[in-house]
């Protein structure tokens, strides 16, 4: 099996309601579709949603990587061969992983159809039935976000991920209006997105939320301070949790040697795809760390692949891929049995792109070939 051409389809998915996080405000989400095409008429999808601000990539960039360098390298070989696929990836240019990411998935679409499986089972096999569903809360404010919360909680959601990260004492007021209004008996995860910098804001933080109960913080400081991390994990009871500071390999083993954090956010848009995630996860399991997949607000394409990395490692015991559920339109059918994910078994990433969607979303497209 051989790949014959490789297209690119700049998107903008539409969003139902704008996601607001410490450093952006996003009203659409771009994103990048790849459609993998083999010689013997296999079709797979894969996904790149760029990050500026966490990897360094764009949506205009990582488009021009995909089409001029990473796609090209890749015509006529294997999608069966991922080792040797990342290693000429990796010789052809430096980081870039959610380019990478795209292709990957899309690799592991074509072939889990070729052998008639799904994903996962090419990871190992399936090993979890289904995961609780986590709602995202945007920033707001304390009274919208409570509101939210009551709402969603009501429709059957038992766990939010609360996005805060602009000045402490607002931030407070928001974690402990959202907690009022739920009460104790859900679970209540607080993301920072590295927006309270450093440890001296974030343990003035904590101090004031300690009797709060939450399950766990996610990158309070900036992302490349692994001692912040250090000095906030030893200063506070609550489980630390790291995500933008977390890439790749080297960075997962300086986490391990510092023992930074207590459980690790691991985005296949940050390390480069499905193949690097699994690498990661049993780095993390090695080390004792428990690990979640996160999500760049993917559409159902990246979304399902990191599902299929979810559900087949015990070292994953949360998700939060609820891309899908935040737009008014996508281009596949991933099926959410809110409050739970539960995946199909059909071959591949087991879901169906929508081809007209697709086109009526594309702002721009290129097709690869020999």
């Not at 960075?251 to 510092?258: A, F, G, P, S």
């Not at 956010?265 to 499905?274: P, Q």
């Not at 070292?315 to 737009?327: D, H």
Request: proline residues 4%; hydrophobic residues 40%; negative net charge.
């Amino acid at each position: 099996m051989k790949i014959k051409e490789i297209e690119i389809y700049a998107i903008r998915l539409p969003l139902i309601d704008p996601f607001i996080i410490s450093y952006h405000t996003y009203d659409d989400m771009p994103s990048l579709i790849v459609k993998l095409t083999t010689e013997d008429g296999f079709i797979g999808y894969g996904e790149a949603v760029a990050d500026e601000h966490v990897t360094g990539e764009t949506w205009e960039s990582t488009y021009a990587m995909l089409k001029n360098t990473l796609a090209p390298a890749l015509i006529g070989e294997n999608p069966m061969e991922f080792e040797r696929l990342h290693e000429k990836m990796d010789k052809a240019v430096y980081q870039a992983p959610a380019a990478k990411a795209a292709l990957d998935i899309a690799c592991y679409d074509v072939v889990g159809k070729k052998l008639g499986v799904p994903v996962y089972q090419l990871l190992g096999g399936r090993y979890h039935e289904k995961f609780p569903v986590t709602h995202v809360l945007s920033i707001g404010t304390p009274e919208s976000m409570a509101k939210e919360a009551e709402k969603r909680m009501k429709e059957g959601y038992t766990s939010f991920k609360m996005k805060v990260g602009t000045e402490v004492p607002s931030d407070v007021q928001r974690i402990q209006a959202v907690r009022e209004k739920v009460g104790n008996g859900i679970a209540i995860r607080v993301d920072v997105n590295q927006g309270w910098k450093n440890s001296a804001n974030t343990i003035s933080a904590m101090r004031q939320l300690e009797h709060i109960g939450l399950d766990w913080l996610e990158q309070p400081v900036m992302a490349d301070d692994f001692n912040g991390m250090v000095e906030v994990k030893a200063k506070t009871s609550t489980p630390l949790m790291m995500d933008e500071g977390l890439r790749g390999i080297r960075d997962m083993r300086e986490l391990i040697e510092k023992q930074a954090a207590h459980k690790v956010n691991i985005k296949l848009m940050k390390c480069g795809g499905i193949y690097p995630a699994m690498k990661l996860a049993h780095m993390a399991e090695m080390a004792g760390l428990e690990c979640q997949i996160g999500s760049m607000v993917e559409s159902s394409i990246g979304s399902a692949a990191g599902f299929h990395v979810a559900f087949s490692k015990k070292a994953f015991t949360s998700v939060e891929l609820t891309g899908p559920l935040k737009f008014s339109k996508d281009v596949g059918n991933l099926r959410y049995d809110v409050p739970f994910i539960k995946l199909n078994e059909r071959p591949g990433l087991g879901i169906d792109v929508d081809e007209n969607m697709l086109k009526e979303l594309t702002e721009f497209s290129v097709k690869v070939m020999k």
